[in-house]
């Protein structure tokens, strides 16, 4: 089964500017079909639940098996490479880039990042005081070309132009619409250019079947519930326009993909 949104299939505004427009905005875009918007839910994922919660341990061992697959299947295909490789492919032309990953969870882009430019300086972040506290105690705690910071994607703390490059990825889909909004705003206020790398969302009958392969592990593998979970709360390109529209009209925003490609979304200010 899919699990529904609450509300979003009785969507009836198109393309408005307010808050609650954008908020009721479903995740294939103003334009999804009725199979489309059926295909979404607000259900929290493993990765999403606060590790500093209620003390429920089986909860932070599904949390944190979910975080070590994500670094693993990272690395395994080659993920993180391949992430570095699009993001210092943008700061191509700046000698010392200044970089900050947000949402960065178990720091495998970072680390890439650091290993793959030698005078990269990057601000590793995250909105999880346990992941930032982990990330302090690893190996970029002491880099000294890295900083730890527990930093909000929604409002960034940092003056406007701080970076040249703002990456985050695989994270974006866990953020409602409103929220992702922001991103898009405070992404290109601190950075020139913002990179967000996400999974893709298909057509709704190909989005059936990757589900149905998918949901029979799902209550037994916590990745692949999380993964459930993602696929169903990820931004068609429609909707991530309309999130960056919402965000500031002078944004522009590229958008690259294909059938072996995440969902690479790249917005500067115009």
């Known amino acids: 089964m899919a699990y529904v949104a609450p509300g979003a299939d009785s969507l009836r505004t198109r393309g408005t ?13 103003y334009d ?12 929290s994922e493993y990765i999403d639940r606060d590790a500093d919660g209620d003390g ?35 700061v191509a032309d700046v000698p010392d880039p200044r970089i900050v990953e ?16 030698p ?9 999880d005081r346990a992941s930032v506290r982990a990330l302090t ?15 909000d994607a929604t409002a960034i703390d940092a003056a406007d132009g701080s970076f040249d490059l703002a990456v985050f990825a695989l994270s974006f889909h866990h953020l409602s619409p409103a929220q992702a909004s922001r991103v898009f705003a405070e992404g290109t206020r601190v950075a020139d250019t913002l990179l967000i790398i996400d999974l893709p969302r298909p057509p709704a009958p190909l989005h059936l079947l990757r589900l149905a392969a998918m949901l029979p592990a799902a209550p037994f593998v916590p990745f692949i519930h999380d993964g ?9 390109p429609s909707a991530l326009r309309s999130l960056a529209l919402h965000a500031d009209r002078n944004i522009e925003v590229e958008l690259r993909s294909g059938l072996t490609l995440p969902q690479i979304v790249i917005a500067r200010r115009g």
Not at 17 to 29: A, H, L, N, Q, V
């Open 228 to 236: 459930v979970i993602s696929s169903l709360r990820s931004y068609s």
């Open 56 to 90: 429920d341990d089986g909860a932070a061992a599904r949390r944190q098996q979910v975080i070590d697959a994500l670094d693993w299947t990272g690395r395994f295909f080659r993920n993180h490479e391949k992430f570095a490789a699009i993001a210092l492919d943008l």
């Open 119 to 127: 005078s990269a300086r990057v601000t590793v972040s995250d909105v």
């Open 17 to 29: 500017s307010d808050k609650t427009g954008i908020e009721r905005m479903p995740r294939g875009g």
């Open 102 to 117: 947000l949402g960065a969870g178990h720091g495998g882009l970072s680390r890439q990042l650091l290993h793959d430019h």
């Open 32 to 43: 999804a079909s009725c199979l489309d918007r059926l295909l979404q839910t607000e259900r």
């Open 137 to 151: 105690a690893g190996e970029l705690g002491t880099h000294p070309r890295a900083q730890v910071r527990e930093l």
